[in-house]
């Protein structure tokens, strides 16, 4: 499961724009505006326009002064493959050494014949303040 998670995201980077969170790929719902710590945003529903499996039916969070992707939080548009149902994907982001990265990926997937499993990574600390990192 885990090498299929990784060929998928491998796959994903080399297809280029068709996974971005964009208006070419998504339609956007604004849902409400949030206040994180000291940090307000702004939560938006994300549909997407075709059924693929790079893409995510749920919800981002989006920094209301920089506009940044803080959260995206969703289930899969299409699933990745037979013997993965029931798949729930949380992305967070923050600021690392200058630039605004992925800090961590945690997904929830029943696994056809095997039951759960949780698959948590990259857990890599951001050089923000606590006040302003995304939980």
Do not use: C
Not at 6 to 19: F, N, P, V
């Amino acid at each position: 499961m885990v090498r299929e998670l990784l060929d998928r995201e491998t796959e994903s980077a080399k297809k280029g724009g068709g996974s971005e969170i964009s208006r070419a790929n998504y339609d956007f719902v604004f849902l409400r505006r949030q206040n994180f710590g000291a940090v307000p945003e702004y939560v938006l529903g994300i549909f997407p326009k075709r059924k693929d499996k790079y893409l995510l039916l749920g919800q981002i969070w989006v920094d209301a002064s920089t506009f940044r992707i803080r959260r995206i939080e969703g289930v899969p548009a299409r699933s990745p493959s037979f013997w993965l149902k029931n798949i729930h994907i949380t992305l967070q982001y923050a600021e690392l050494g200058g630039m605004w990265v992925p800090v961590t990926f945690d997904a929830i997937a029943t696994i056809r014949l095997l039951g759960q499993y949780t698959l948590a990574g990259l857990n890599i600390r951001s050089s923000e303040s606590p006040s302003t990192r995304p939980k």
